[in-house]
């Protein structure tokens, strides 16, 4: 027998309590149910109320220890609306479809006016072909005869919506009722739905610490240090994920670990530890009233194959082509998608993040910055310097000499293969909480950097 699956799509700004109610209530049905924040939709402007990347963790933080629920951010990473035939399109090969919707669309089904026959993509052959799993909202009450074909209807007690819970945010109201406690944290550290421009960094309380510990194994300091933790370790429900070792122990911490939506502190037991906090500021107890939580987007990078495939990956400090031989690379450099560098000839050229800047970039020539509304574009050995994009740029390097002159693409630091072109730009679902002790967060550590003997 295939998997019965359902397709739950929706806006999800922000995910609450009804959300999971109504999960609850038909995950005895479905072997699957599959959620699917949806990207801008012109018909529904408050899609585009805060930034994309914050519906992304709220939905993970929303569903997270739902079984068999599985998060879907394609539309939101690539700022796309999927209509619903397209999503029967994209999953029907996992089982059979039922796709989720309530009463208060489909009134006036027995006279075909619903608003899916006159507002959705192909309404009236997907009434008539898709099938539905319909839940009942109080106040819109339907008919038998304007169900559609294919349906099955399950009774929900309570109500809710996501425009009560914004409506509640902007009066400066208590949520906790509407949101799991997670959601309700992060829409207060944020600032979120409140009529200004979200925060990106705040000061947080970590207490009762509970830890998912990731170490530098090869470092004695931090397998040493690591048990002078082992007290608060909860592997199964961590809050928080504790790195120790060096920075590029954070770095495999966060590819392996940055769904999870937990704060990553780092202690260092490495050398510079631009990531790290030092581990005579990290306390016994782990509690310390005023942390700086930081957050950090990580970038979408794509490259293209020798196969003709694209393939995407995520990197947090840098990504860059570099030669594959002895011959300099010959690249074309678009910033959204104009060409800005015709001819590019040297070892390579990086795209960094503010996190990325006192890496590889640094040591090409960039000066570093702590400023997350900006990305910094570096050539390596090259006919071109440096430049500052926005963070909303999108960079592409495309090589101009395939077989003569080979390039190989990276992101930090993992080298992705032979590549024909390689595009990056900021994630629109990928960041990441770093947590720093008051004295020491990233743009102190800038400024240390920048002038090493106080001056």
Avoid at 189 to 203: D, E, I, N
Wanted: charged share 30%; net charge neutral.
């Amino acid at each position: 027998m295939p998997k019965k699956i359902a397709i739950f799509g929706g806006s999800f700004n922000p995910p609450g309590i009804h959300h999971r109610k109504v999960i609850k209530r038909i995950i005895d049905f479905f072997d699957e149910i599959i959620v699917v924040p949806c990207g801008p939709r012109p018909e529904k402007q408050t899609t585009n109320d805060v930034e994309p990347i914050h519906r992304a963790v709220m939905c993970d933080m929303t569903f997270r220890d739902l079984p068999k629920v599985r998060v879907e951010l394609f539309d939101l990473e690539q700022a796309t609306f999927t209509r619903t035939h397209l999503l029967e399109e994209r999953f029907k090969e996992r089982g059979e479809l039922w796709h989720l919707i309530g009463t208060d669309i489909i009134q006036r089904g027995d006279d075909g006016l619903t608003f899916i026959h006159r507002d959705w993509e192909n309404g009236p052959e997907i009434w008539e072909k898709l099938r539905f799993a319909i839940v009942k909202r109080s106040g819109f009450e339907y008919g038998a005869k304007g169900l559609p074909p294919q349906n099955e209807v399950f009774d929900l007690e309570g109500s809710g919506s996501s425009s009560a819970i914004r409506e509640r945010m902007f009066k400066h109201q208590l949520i906790d009722d509407l949101v799991v406690p997670e959601v309700a944290e992060y829409i207060k550290r944020y600032g979120l739905y409140q009529g200004r421009f979200p925060s990106k960094r705040a000061l947080v309380s970590l207490e009762s610490p509970k830890l998912l510990i990731v170490k530098d194994e090869y470092n004695p300091k931090a397998e040493e240090l690591s048990r002078r933790f082992e007290r608060f370790v909860d592997e199964q429900n961590p809050n928080m994920i504790a790195v120790i070792g060096g920075d590029g122990t954070m770095l495999r911490a966060i590819r392996e670990n940055w769904r999870k939506r937990l704060p990553f502190v780092g202690i260092n037991t490495g050398h510079r530890g631009f990531l790290m906090n030092s581990r005579n500021e990290i306390p016994e107890n782990f509690f310390l009233r005023d942390w700086i939580i930081q957050q950090a987007p990580l970038l979408y990078v794509e490259t293209l194959g020798k196969d003709g495939k694209w393939k995407s990956s995520l990197a947090f400090n840098d990504a860059w082509v570099e030669r594959a031989e002895g011959f300099p690379v010959c690249v074309e450099v678009k910033i959204n998608n104009k060409v800005r560098i015709p001819r590019l000839e040297g070892d390579g050229i990086l795209l960094a993040t503010s996190a990325g800047s006192t890496a590889y970039a640094e040591k090409m020539g960039a000066i570093p910055f702590h400023n997350y509304s900006n990305l910094v574009l570096v050539g390596s050995h090259a006919n071109w310097g440096s430049a500052n994009l926005s963070i909303d740029d999108e960079a592409e390097f495309k090589s101009l000499e395939t077989e003569r002159r080979p390039m190989r693409a990276f992101a930090d630091g993992v080298l992705l293969g032979e590549a024909l072109s390689m595009k990056a730009r900021t994630s629109r679902i990928a960041a990441v909480e770093l947590v720093f002790s008051p004295n020491n967060d990233i743009a102190e550590k800038l400024l240390q950097i920048q002038f090493p003997d106080g001056r």
